[in-house]
């Protein structure tokens, strides 16, 4: 899927609801927006306000809010038919909150949830088809914790452990490391 190379951008968010003026649009010009180490500069200077991107059809792509350079809030992406795509959260540059996406079919991508960067409690993934992929659960420190569990797309068990204290015990899914009672449980060979 191509990406329009034009990117679209309103006036910083503080002079939208300071000076309540219609937003100016600029494109991007890899003279006036640059990025250093992870913070958009606009003419030199961090940028905050709104950046958007549009497909060639300019239906919208994404949509990405910035203060100071980071991001800041609702990072948002569609498809060029305008179905979400995904729609993720930050505060200061770091993942937070609700992360969710949609491939492109509607079913669900994943479903995640972060707090300052690290994973936090229950992670979801799917296959296109719709079938799960993998339930994990991480602590507060974002290390796996407690049950984890992966499927084929066929729906079959592929590894399913604990997570205790770091260590892992179960059904781990690596090839080799299973007996011959465990492969024709799991239907494998």
Known sequence: MKFHHWFILFISLNCMFACEKSPQ??????TVFSYQQDVLFYQ???FSGILA???PNHQKSSERVYDN??????????????????KRFYRNNQKFGHH???????????DY???????VGEHKQWYQSGQIFSLCHYNEQGQPAGRQSFWYENGKLKANFE????????????KGCMGENEKQQTGLR
């Open 163 to 174: 997570v205790v204290e770091g260590r892992r015990f179960g059904l781990l899914g690596a």
């Open 44 to 46: 030199g200077k961090p």
């Open 100 to 110: 969710i996406a949609f491939w492109q079919n509607g079913h669900k991508r994943f």
């Open 25 to 30: 649009y600029y494109r991007w010009d890899d």
């Open 53 to 55: 991107t549009f497909f």
């Open 69 to 86: 350079g980071k991001l800041e809030g609702w990072t948002t992406q569609w498809y060029e038919n305008g179905n979400l795509s995904e």
């Open 113 to 119: 949830h972060f707090v300052e960067d690290m994973p």
